[in-house]
């Protein structure tokens, strides 16, 4: 990098910008090159960013370590990178109580699109998820069946407000706000259709919505995305964006 690029460089504060900041550099160098070689160009710019952090986090003071880590880890982080930073500091022989660190910066969830492998539909935007807690809790495998759920009762009892739409004992938990009592008909539909989505959520990964052959009480994962090797990882609320993982 030139000494402009290095003073932009070092006023980035998250490994994400960083990492994207480096591979869009080199992919800038490459703009004619075919699409292989400017893919190849930004990969090595990734891994240059993560090789001069796991080397930043070396050198660094035992004390100062924690509260970069903190920095240099939050959101928006991906989980990959966080592989990749993992793997680069086990290659430099890093102590175990650097890796903890690292380790423990990690967030208990992700959001979808931190999450490879996970499924990336987003939530329906004219789903009008009620701001509370359980609005962002909504597990990224489990949208696409959200969203069914939700253009049915549309349907079925018009607009209403979701208070919840998360999951409790291995199985979607969805529930409705609306200005009136349902009717007797909008009831028996609104039951019909929540139990098709809580009887397909119990079939489907929560992180990728892939099958899941046996239906489990505590958490619903397919065998590519077991607990806790792998984070919960939820849907990003519709327009809203909060400040993530913590
Ligand atoms: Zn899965």
Redo the contacts with the bound molecule.
């Keep these: 990098m030139d000494d402009y690029d290095t003073v932009e460089y070092e006023h980035l504060h998250t490994l994400s910008e960083r990492v994207h900041s480096l591979g869009t550099s080199r992919l800038f160098a490459v703009l004619g090159a075919d699409e292989a070689t400017r893919a190849a160009a930004y990969r090595t710019g990734v891994a240059e960013a993560i090789a001069r952090e796991a080397a930043a986090l070396m050198a660094a003071p035992a004390e100062r370590r924690a509260p970069l880590v903190r920095v240099r880890l939050s959101e928006p982080l991906h989980q990959d990178l966080l592989d990749q930073l993992d793997h680069e500091l086990q290659l430099l022989d890093a102590p175990t109580a650097l890796l903890d660190i690292v380790c423990s910066a990690a967030p208990s969830w992700r959001w979808a699109d931190q999450h490879p492998g996970a499924c990336q539909t987003p939530l329906d935007p004219t789903i009008d998820l009620a701001q509370s807690s359980a609005g962002r809790d909504t597990p990224a495998?489990w949208v696409p069946i959200v969203n069914e759920l939700h253009r049915g009762l549309v349907a079925e009892i018009g607009p209403h407000h979701v208070l919840r739409a998360d999951q409790k004992a291995g199985r979607l938990r969805y529930s409705v706000l609306r200005d009136r009592p349902l009717t007797d008909n909008e009831r028996v539909a609104y039951q019909r259709l929540t139990e098709l989505a809580v009887a397909a959520s119990r079939r489907a990964?929560e992180?990728?919505g892939?099958e899941v052959s046996e239906p489990n009480t505590f958490l619903t994962?397919?065998a590519?995305?077991p607990f806790p090797s792998v984070t919960h990882v939820r849907a990003r609320p519709p327009g809203w964006r909060p400040d993530g993982p913590s």
């Design positions: 495998g990964c992180v990728c892939g994962r397919c590519e995305h």
